[in-house]
């Protein structure tokens, strides 16, 4: 099953604009983490932010994390056409049992038009 | 230093035929996974594996489905008498330990005629 739900799950902007898409999810995680995809193939990783954290910055990313609210956002400033890909969070349940594996979302595909 | 690799890239095999797919992961990294994605159900976990031993099998969909992982290095995804619902993207990741960053192979395509 899919713990985590994305919005939107599909996203269309001009380069150079800024692109928002949320995360949210439904058991408490240790950390959540986002990656990249292009063309259906790996999984690029962009950021892990742990649940103590509450924002993380990389570059032009930006991710916040509210475990009140269960839910994270991944921003990407001045948007290229080469961000042009589907991203996804992954979250990592707390417990110990969960050792590490991921539940992913359903995705965002964004395009970048130049 | 090397990322995680996998082969075959692609792969088509007739239904009922026994397949194997391949992960390398990052050298030192003690935690290997093993996930799939399909359009019908997204990216889903299959198995985890902790230097040799796997304490977490619960994503394996049927027992067909096996997985072994040699030297605390090499893994193999056995499917065994494949089905249609098979097909695929089989994806590997590596982390340093259980919990930290996931590095991802490019996945092996499976198609299953």
Known sequence: ?114 | GAGVSQSPSNKVTEKGKDVELRCDPISGHTALYWYRQSLGQGLEFLIYFQGNSAPDKSGLPSDRFSAERTGGSVSTLTIQRTQQEDSAVYLCASSLEPRDTQYFGPGTRLTVL
């Open chain 1, 1 to 114: 099953s899919q713990q985590g739900e994305e919005d939107p799950q599909a996203l269309s902007i001009q380069e150079g604009e800024n692109a928002t898409m949320n995360c949210s999810y439904k058991t408490s995680i240790n950390n959540l983490q986002w990656y990249r995809q292009n063309s259906g193939r790996g999984l690029v990783h962009l950021i892990l932010i742990r649940s103590n954290e509450r924002e993380k910055h990389s570059g032009r990313l930006r991710v916040t994390l509210d475990t009140s609210k269960k839910s994270s956002s991944l921003l990407i400033t001045a948007s290229r056409a080469a961000d042009t890909a589907s991203y996804f969070c992954a979250t990592d349940g707390a417990g110990g049992t969960s050792y590490g594996k991921l539940t992913f979302g359903q995705g965002t595909i964004l395009t970048v038009h130049p």
